[in-house]
């Protein structure tokens, strides 16, 4: 691959989902592009990435979600479900007893298991009982990573990460050698639509509780400083934002506070609180 | 540190399975059926127990019943790990006295996570 090619495909990742490709990154290249260039009729990912200027919307879209895939599992950073579980739904039960309804957004979910996991958590605390509507929005930029956590089917090796035995038997049917299908009621309490974070949120409206998980830590700083800023003003004033343990939005927003003991927890503290702390 | 009995009559994958769990911090020990298992446990009950479903001599649903039998047999959180993946023998295993259920092959990740799961990490 030559200097120039990789500086073509590096700045097409960053203009079209905000992700930075360092050059120590560059092994990903030949195993996530392999399957594109078969894809496009290509021998080689050099050749493929040689025609990509010149390649169509198709390739351009295809080669850009191929490079953002990040790998996901069932309850993934336990500690954060435990804190949805056991702080932030009790506390949203009570803040929206009157209005009955909590709305929630897997901003990144990838193949649907994060989505999932929340999905498992909501119906076992049994909210549809006592009347509560609780709308799960899952959106990921890739439209097959979508695809695929609408269909809901999941390889042995993926039902064992992170998901325990009892979960496994109480929410899948095993349809195959290799294979488990979430239940349908899981499926339906999701709304699981493609979007790309660069986009507006304006279909969105106010969300209670915002998942957006290892994504920003791809993005340059400029671009996460927008993008978060998006997400805070989609959260609601009460709601709760969660990200990646190792991101630290609140370094970038002020307005942001942790919390929870779980790493990654925050809330957005009233503005009367921080001048009263100035 | 916590310590993990590995029972499988295949040498091969006990040494895999050593290999992860040493990695994941635990002290471990082999048998390779279920009565040198129970004697292991006799001696020294191990805080976890990963138990093939296949054993010679012994069907793991006796293994099962006998170890929760012994002075403190309730402790060890036990993970069943087999090549059968369907959901009758599963909710076998976990009748008799199993806490989870690992399907073959499984990996440092897949391992790690149900013992996280179970609380045993």
Known sequence: MSANDFAFLSDLLKRRSGMMLPTAKSHLIESRLAPVARRFGFKTVDALLHELPRGSEGMARAVTEAMTINDTWFFRDRAMFDAFRDTILPAMRIRRMTQGRIRIWCAASATGQEAYSLAMILQEAELAAHEWEIELIATDLNTDSIARAREGLYTNYEVQRGLGIRRLVSHFTQTGENEWRVSDSLRRSIMFRSFNLLDSFDWLGEVDVVFCRNVLLYFDDATKRRVLKKLVAATVRDGFLLMGTAENPHEIVPELEAATDARGVYTRTHPQQKRVRA | ?121
């Not at chain 2, 004697?39 to 138990?51: A, E, G, K, N």
């Not at chain 2, 060890?76 to 087999?82: A, E, F, Q, Y």
């Not at chain 2, 008799?96 to 990996?107: Q, R």
């Open chain 2, 1 to 121: 540190m916590k310590s993990c009995l590995i029972v499988d009559d295949s040498r091969v994958i006990r040494k895999v399975a050593a290999r992860i769990l040493e990695e994941l911090q635990f002290h471990t020990e082999e048998a390779e059926d279920g009565a040198s298992a129970l004697s292991v446990c006799r001696h020294s009950m191990p805080d976890v127990i990963l138990l093939d479903w296949s054993m010679p001599n012994m069907p793991c649903q006796e293994f099962l019943r006998s170890v929760r039998k012994e002075k403190d047999g309730k402790r060890p959180k036990i993970v069943l790990c087999t090549t059968e993946n369907d959901a009758n023998h599963i909710a076998d295993v976990l009748g008799a006295g199993a806490d989870e259920y690992i399907m073959k092959p499984f990996d440092k990740a897949s391992l790690s996570a149900k013992l996280a799961e179970i609380g045993a990490r």
